[in-house]
């Protein structure tokens, strides 16, 4: 027995063909009366899900219906009970964000993929790095930089050159965007217990923005970073394809 279900789609019209066929097919509830939540849509929809219903502490069963689909299961309308009753369950911990303003302002937002910090300007950023209070790189001058989880190393971490990380790592990628300065300096590997500071130099001529997922807090001077193991995020894959392998094997694509 698998439980109450409930189906949410992205409003593309792959994604809402879908929705249809599942609710006429299997008995559902609203997602917030359900066991299991099936998402249809792709990676973007998984990640707004996971962060609506945050707090709710049901799975979620993604299923295919958008672009890329890297958290995504395939799509089949038949088997469904089937297939969750066999999911693999994989947990997740988001990253907690908190910013300072250059009008002072305060400002928390949680990151299941990444934190990224962006240049705002024609101008490079200025960005002084702290692991644990300790300073490591007093000036990276950049287009920005960003933390991401194991989760989110395959996505704007993989696309700005950082390493892929397993599950099971326990670590955090550290990686520039379009370093100028150090130019040498590739990134960083960190324990997944660490608190990483960011400082803005020069926040009134070179604007930088923080981004959580798809939060975005623009004119920052500080942002702190951080895992919150507090916050237990369950994803459910099939065993054929799930989300540890799905990362090995990006290792290997040509």
Not at 4 to 14: I, N, R, S, T
Not at 39 to 52: I, N, P, Q, Y
Not at 214 to 239: C, K, N, S
């Amino acid at each position: 027995m698998v439980g109450k279900l409930a189906f949410v789609a992205a409003d593309g019209p792959l994604a809402q063909d879908a929705l249809q066929r599942l609710q006429n097919h299997y008995e559902h509830v609203p997602p917030e009366q359900a066991d299991i939540i099936v998402a249809l849509g792709g990676d973007g929809f998984m990640l707004e899900m996971l962060h609506r219903y945050l707090y709710r502490h049901v799975p979620i069963f993604g299923m295919n219906r958008g672009t890329v689909g890297f958290l995504m299961n395939s799509f089949h309308e038949d088997g469904l009970p089937e297939r969750l009753a066999r999911a693999e369950p994989v947990q997740l911990h988001p990253l907690r964000m908190a910013v300072r303003r250059v009008n002072g302002e305060v400002m928390e937002a949680l990151a299941i993929n990444e934190v990224s910090l962006l240049r705002e300007s024609r101008q490079a950023a200025k960005i002084r790095v702290l692991i644990d209070r300790r300073v490591r790189l007093e000036e990276l001058i950049c287009d920005g930089v960003l933390v991401c989880t194991p989760a989110g190393s395959t996505a704007y971490n993989l696309s700005a050159h950082g390493a892929i990380l397993p599950l099971g790592a326990n670590l955090l990628g550290l990686t520039p965007i379009s370093a100028f300065r150090p130019r040498r300096w590739l990134g960083a590997l960190l324990p997944h217990t660490v608190a990483i500071d960011f400082e803005i130099r020069e926040p009134q001529k070179r604007p930088v923005s923080a981004v959580a997922d798809y939060t975005e807090v623009r004119q920052v001077t500080a942002v702190h970073v951080r895992e919150d193991r507090g916050i237990v995020m369950t994803l459910l894959f099939d065993r054929e394809h799930n989300l540890e392998e799905r990362i090995l094997m990006e290792q290997f694509l040509p």
